[in-house]
Protein backbone atom coordinates (compact mmCIF):
# COMPACT_ATOMS: atom_id res chain seq x y z
CA UNK A 1 0.00 0.00 0.00
CA UNK A 2 1.34 3.29 -1.43
CA UNK A 3 2.29 5.77 1.55
CA UNK A 4 -0.99 8.05 2.32
CA UNK A 5 -3.16 5.80 1.34
CA UNK A 6 -6.12 4.62 3.16
CA UNK A 7 -6.59 0.67 3.78
CA UNK A 8 -9.93 -0.61 2.10
CA UNK A 9 -12.80 -1.31 5.21
CA UNK A 10 -15.85 -2.88 4.88
CA UNK A 11 -16.99 -1.31 8.68
CA UNK A 12 -20.28 -0.51 7.08
CA UNK A 13 -20.74 -3.98 6.29
CA UNK A 14 -19.56 -5.40 9.71
CA UNK A 15 -22.44 -3.13 11.06
CA UNK A 16 -24.75 -4.78 9.13
CA UNK A 17 -23.35 -8.10 9.79
CA UNK A 18 -23.58 -7.29 13.73
CA UNK A 19 -26.78 -6.18 13.50
CA UNK A 20 -27.85 -9.21 11.98
CA UNK A 21 -26.54 -11.47 14.86
CA UNK A 22 -28.32 -11.97 18.54
CA UNK A 23 -25.71 -10.26 20.56
CA UNK A 24 -27.26 -8.01 22.85
CA UNK A 25 -25.97 -4.31 23.43
CA UNK A 26 -23.17 -4.80 20.12
CA UNK A 27 -26.14 -5.93 18.05
CA UNK A 28 -28.38 -2.62 19.62
CA UNK A 29 -25.57 -0.66 18.97
CA UNK A 30 -25.06 -1.93 15.37
CA UNK A 31 -28.81 -0.63 14.64
CA UNK A 32 -28.65 2.20 15.88
CA UNK A 33 -25.63 3.22 13.64
CA UNK A 34 -27.47 1.99 10.76
CA UNK A 35 -30.81 3.37 11.81
CA UNK A 36 -29.08 6.74 12.57
CA UNK A 37 -27.30 7.02 8.54
CA UNK A 38 -30.07 5.26 6.64
CA UNK A 39 -33.61 6.41 8.26
CA UNK A 40 -34.32 10.13 6.71
CA UNK A 41 -33.25 8.84 3.15
CA UNK A 42 -36.11 6.31 3.58
CA UNK A 43 -38.35 8.70 5.32
CA UNK A 44 -38.46 10.77 2.88
CA UNK A 45 -38.89 8.10 0.24
CA UNK A 46 -41.88 7.42 1.91
CA UNK A 47 -43.32 10.73 1.03
CA UNK A 48 -42.53 10.88 -1.90
CA UNK A 49 -44.50 8.22 -2.39
CA UNK A 50 -47.38 9.73 -1.86
CA UNK A 51 -47.72 9.53 1.91
CA UNK A 52 -48.92 11.66 4.46
CA UNK A 53 -45.99 13.06 7.24
CA UNK A 54 -48.15 10.68 9.78
CA UNK A 55 -48.08 7.77 7.69
CA UNK A 56 -44.63 8.46 6.70
CA UNK A 57 -43.59 8.50 10.17
CA UNK A 58 -45.72 5.07 11.03
CA UNK A 59 -44.43 3.42 8.22
CA UNK A 60 -40.96 4.36 8.78
CA UNK A 61 -41.14 3.76 12.83
CA UNK A 62 -42.84 0.09 12.05
CA UNK A 63 -40.07 -0.54 9.16
CA UNK A 64 -37.49 -0.18 11.47
CA UNK A 65 -39.28 -2.27 14.41
CA UNK A 66 -39.49 -4.47 11.88
CA UNK A 67 -35.69 -4.50 11.32
CA UNK A 68 -35.30 -5.01 14.55
CA UNK A 69 -37.76 -8.10 15.24
CA UNK A 70 -38.04 -9.90 12.33
CA UNK A 71 -33.57 -10.15 11.80
CA UNK A 72 -33.93 -8.52 8.37
CA UNK A 73 -30.61 -7.48 8.31
CA UNK A 74 -29.25 -10.58 8.97
CA UNK A 75 -30.14 -12.38 5.25
CA UNK A 76 -28.14 -8.71 3.84
CA UNK A 77 -25.04 -10.77 2.36
CA UNK A 78 -22.11 -8.04 1.01
CA UNK A 79 -21.60 -10.33 -1.52
CA UNK A 80 -24.47 -9.44 -3.66
CA UNK A 81 -24.57 -5.63 -3.68
CA UNK A 82 -24.41 -2.47 -1.77
CA UNK A 83 -26.71 -2.19 1.26
CA UNK A 84 -28.67 0.79 0.52
CA UNK A 85 -29.75 -1.48 -2.36
CA UNK A 86 -30.76 -4.22 -0.06
CA UNK A 87 -32.54 -1.50 2.41
CA UNK A 88 -34.57 -0.06 -0.13
CA UNK A 89 -35.77 -3.24 -1.33
CA UNK A 90 -36.69 -3.86 1.90
CA UNK A 91 -39.16 -1.01 2.58
CA UNK A 92 -40.40 -1.34 -0.64
CA UNK A 93 -41.39 -4.88 0.45
CA UNK A 94 -42.17 -3.98 3.79
CA UNK A 95 -44.78 -1.16 2.33
CA UNK A 96 -46.65 -3.53 -0.50
CA UNK A 97 -47.56 -6.07 2.41
CA UNK A 98 -47.76 -4.41 5.49
CA UNK A 99 -49.59 -0.71 4.96
CA UNK A 100 -53.45 -1.87 5.67
CA UNK A 101 -51.75 -3.39 8.81
CA UNK A 102 -49.53 -0.59 10.30
CA UNK A 103 -52.23 1.66 9.13
CA UNK A 104 -54.98 -0.10 11.16
CA UNK A 105 -52.87 0.19 14.58
CA UNK A 106 -51.97 3.26 16.65
CA UNK A 107 -48.54 4.69 15.76
CA UNK A 108 -45.96 2.06 17.15
CA UNK A 109 -48.01 -0.58 16.47
CA UNK A 110 -48.09 -1.20 20.63
CA UNK A 111 -43.98 -1.68 20.34
CA UNK A 112 -40.82 0.13 21.79
CA UNK A 113 -41.06 3.52 19.43
CA UNK A 114 -37.43 4.14 17.77
CA UNK A 115 -35.95 7.48 18.63
CA UNK A 116 -36.11 9.54 15.67
CA UNK A 117 -36.78 13.31 15.19
CA UNK A 118 -39.50 13.13 12.73
CA UNK A 119 -40.16 17.11 13.43
CA UNK A 120 -36.65 17.78 12.35
CA UNK A 121 -37.15 15.29 9.17
CA UNK A 122 -40.64 17.20 8.12
CA UNK A 123 -39.51 20.39 8.30
CA UNK A 124 -36.15 19.36 6.36
CA UNK A 125 -38.57 17.74 3.87
CA UNK A 126 -40.76 20.71 3.12
CA UNK A 127 -37.44 22.72 2.46
CA UNK A 128 -36.36 20.30 -0.33
CA UNK A 129 -37.17 21.80 -3.83
CA UNK A 130 -40.05 20.02 -5.89
CA UNK A 131 -38.22 17.95 -7.33
CA UNK A 132 -38.20 15.99 -11.12
CA UNK A 133 -36.43 12.91 -9.54
CA UNK A 134 -38.83 9.83 -8.92
CA UNK A 135 -38.55 8.77 -5.57
CA UNK A 136 -35.90 5.84 -6.11
CA UNK A 137 -33.18 8.73 -7.85
CA UNK A 138 -34.23 11.08 -4.61
CA UNK A 139 -33.42 8.05 -1.76
CA UNK A 140 -30.15 8.12 -3.78
CA UNK A 141 -29.70 11.87 -3.91
CA UNK A 142 -30.62 11.47 -0.13
CA UNK A 143 -27.99 8.53 0.61
CA UNK A 144 -25.09 10.97 -1.39
CA UNK A 145 -25.61 13.79 0.92
CA UNK A 146 -25.61 11.12 4.11
CA UNK A 147 -22.09 9.89 2.44
CA UNK A 148 -20.78 13.49 2.40
CA UNK A 149 -21.97 14.60 5.81
CA UNK A 150 -20.48 11.63 7.18
CA UNK A 151 -16.90 11.91 5.77
CA UNK A 152 -17.21 15.83 6.48
CA UNK A 153 -17.33 14.88 9.91
CA UNK A 154 -14.63 12.93 9.80
CA UNK A 155 -12.40 15.40 8.46
CA UNK A 156 -14.18 17.47 11.26
CA UNK A 157 -12.69 15.00 14.03
CA UNK A 158 -9.23 14.75 12.45
CA UNK A 159 -8.75 18.42 12.53
CA UNK A 160 -10.07 18.71 16.22
CA UNK A 161 -7.88 15.77 17.54
CA UNK A 162 -5.00 18.28 15.95
CA UNK A 163 -6.19 21.31 17.84
CA UNK A 164 -7.60 22.78 14.41
CA UNK A 165 -11.06 22.90 14.81
CA UNK A 166 -10.93 26.67 14.00
CA UNK A 167 -8.83 25.80 10.84
CA UNK A 168 -12.07 23.43 9.53
CA UNK A 169 -14.71 25.58 10.11
CA UNK A 170 -13.48 28.54 8.00
CA UNK A 171 -12.18 26.43 5.38
CA UNK A 172 -14.79 23.49 5.41
CA UNK A 173 -17.00 25.80 2.81
CA UNK A 174 -14.18 25.38 0.19
CA UNK A 175 -14.68 21.54 0.82
CA UNK A 176 -17.92 21.60 -1.19
CA UNK A 177 -17.86 24.73 -3.71
CA UNK A 178 -14.94 26.06 -5.73
CA UNK A 179 -12.84 29.06 -4.04
CA UNK A 180 -11.14 32.36 -5.69
CA UNK A 181 -8.52 34.59 -4.70
CA UNK A 182 -10.98 36.92 -2.82
CA UNK A 183 -12.23 33.99 -0.60
CA UNK A 184 -9.09 32.78 0.20
CA UNK A 185 -7.87 36.38 1.10
CA UNK A 186 -10.90 36.43 3.21
CA UNK A 187 -10.14 33.40 4.89
CA UNK A 188 -6.64 34.02 5.35
CA UNK A 189 -7.75 37.50 7.24
CA UNK A 190 -10.13 35.44 9.55
CA UNK A 191 -7.22 32.96 10.41
CA UNK A 192 -4.24 35.08 10.54
CA UNK A 193 -2.92 33.46 7.68
CA UNK A 194 -1.51 34.40 4.25
CA UNK A 195 -3.25 33.81 0.87
CA UNK A 196 -0.24 31.29 0.26
CA UNK A 197 -0.80 29.20 3.34
CA UNK A 198 -4.69 29.26 2.98
CA UNK A 199 -3.86 27.61 -0.41
CA UNK A 200 -1.54 24.93 0.80
CA UNK A 201 -4.20 24.34 3.88
CA UNK A 202 -7.02 23.81 1.82
CA UNK A 203 -4.79 21.50 -0.39
CA UNK A 204 -4.08 19.38 2.92
CA UNK A 205 -7.79 19.52 4.05
CA UNK A 206 -9.17 18.37 0.35
CA UNK A 207 -6.72 15.61 0.61
CA UNK A 208 -8.42 14.62 3.83
CA UNK A 209 -11.59 14.97 3.15
CA UNK A 210 -10.88 13.01 -0.33
CA UNK A 211 -9.24 10.13 1.68
CA UNK A 212 -12.41 10.48 4.41
CA UNK A 213 -15.07 10.24 1.23
CA UNK A 214 -13.45 7.32 0.10
CA UNK A 215 -12.98 5.27 3.39
CA UNK A 216 -16.70 6.13 4.07
CA UNK A 217 -17.91 4.89 0.05
CA UNK A 218 -15.82 1.76 1.28
CA UNK A 219 -17.61 1.28 4.14
CA UNK A 220 -20.83 0.69 1.86
CA UNK A 221 -20.17 -1.68 -0.19
CA UNK A 222 -18.86 -5.20 0.29
CA UNK A 223 -16.23 -5.71 -2.74
CA UNK A 224 -13.02 -3.39 -3.50
CA UNK A 225 -13.61 -2.85 -7.07
CA UNK A 226 -17.17 -1.62 -6.49
CA UNK A 227 -15.87 1.44 -4.98
CA UNK A 228 -15.10 3.43 -8.05
CA UNK A 229 -18.47 2.64 -8.90
CA UNK A 230 -19.83 3.94 -6.16
CA UNK A 231 -17.82 6.88 -6.16
CA UNK A 232 -19.03 7.68 -9.70
CA UNK A 233 -22.70 6.68 -8.50
CA UNK A 234 -22.24 9.18 -6.17
CA UNK A 235 -21.06 11.56 -8.22
CA UNK A 236 -24.00 11.28 -10.45
CA UNK A 237 -26.72 11.41 -7.84
CA UNK A 238 -25.76 14.71 -6.03
CA UNK A 239 -25.78 16.11 -10.23
CA UNK A 240 -29.10 14.82 -10.69
CA UNK A 241 -31.22 17.98 -11.10
CA UNK A 242 -33.79 17.96 -8.41
CA UNK A 243 -35.65 21.58 -9.25
CA UNK A 244 -38.83 21.95 -11.17
CA UNK A 245 -38.98 23.73 -14.49
Given at each position: ????????????????????????????????????TY?????????????????AQDLTQ???????????????????GRFRAFLLGSLKNFLANEWDRVTAQKRGGG???????????????KREPVSRLTPEMEYERNWALAVLERALKRVEAIYAGRGKARLYEVLKPALVSPEDDTSRRTMGAQLGMTEGAVKVALH????????????????????????????????????NPSQSD
Open positions: MAAGETPFLTTRWSVVLQAGRNEGEKTKAALSELISWYPLYAYVRRRGHSADDAFFTRLLEKNVVGVADPQRRAVLSLDFEFADERFRMRNSFRDCLREEIAETVGEERDLEDELRALIEALG
